[in-house]
């Protein structure tokens, strides 16, 4: 039976990002409240906002703190998903050459180097998980996939 690991973004990410869809989601019902009392707009057009900013909020928090994945290791590959500037986003096991951590911009990573010259790099502080682990996760995948494990 396959094997399938899940990693989530942290809780202080999402919570980040929660916080930032609230602001600018604020931002908004005042920009429409202004322009309503300015044009003179009935407040049934407020009213439609504020319930459209409602969903936007439900929709942001079921997102955040949902079952989604951010990245997801199997026997035959990886994928990530929402990690801006991941580069590849997609591999079997058997493509990646090597990996090896690193630190971008001030934060641990892992990168993932494909045979074909292109690279994933996984900002593990975004993940809920403890880097040791994550970095054993991968060497123990490259070990099955046959792809190679220095990191």
């Given at each position: 039976?396959?094997?399938?690991?899940?990693?989530r973004f942290a809780p202080a990410l999402t919570a980040r990002l929660m916080g930032l869809t609230l602001v600018a989601l604020a931002l908004l019902?005042?920009?429409g409240t202004i322009a309503a009392v300015l044009?003179?707009?009935?407040?049934?057009?407020?009213?439609?906002?504020?319930?459209?900013?409602?969903?936007?909020?439900?929709?942001?928090a079921r997102r955040l703190r949902g079952r989604e994945?951010?990245?997801r290791f199997t026997d035959d590959g990886y994928q990530v998903r929402h990690?801006?500037?991941?580069?590849?986003?997609?591999?079997?096991?058997?493509?990646?050459?090597?990996?090896?951590?690193?630190?971008?911009?001030?934060s641990p990573c892992v990168v993932l180097r494909l045979r074909n010259g292109?690279?994933?790099?996984?900002?593990?502080?975004?993940?809920?998980?403890d880097r040791e682990q994550f970095v054993r996760d991968v060497q123990a995948r490259l070990r099955g996939g046959e792809g190679l494990t220095p990191l």
């Open positions: 039976m396959p094997v399938v690991s899940d990693y019902v005042l920009l044009l003179d707009l009935p407040s049934v057009v407020l009213l439609v906002l504020v319930l459209l900013v409602l969903v936007v909020i439900s929709l942001t994945f951010a990245v990690i801006r500037g991941a580069g590849v986003e997609a591999a079997r096991w058997k493509d990646v050459e090597d990996a090896v951590t690193t630190t971008t911009h001030g292109t690279t994933t790099t996984i900002p593990v502080e975004t993940l809920d998980v």
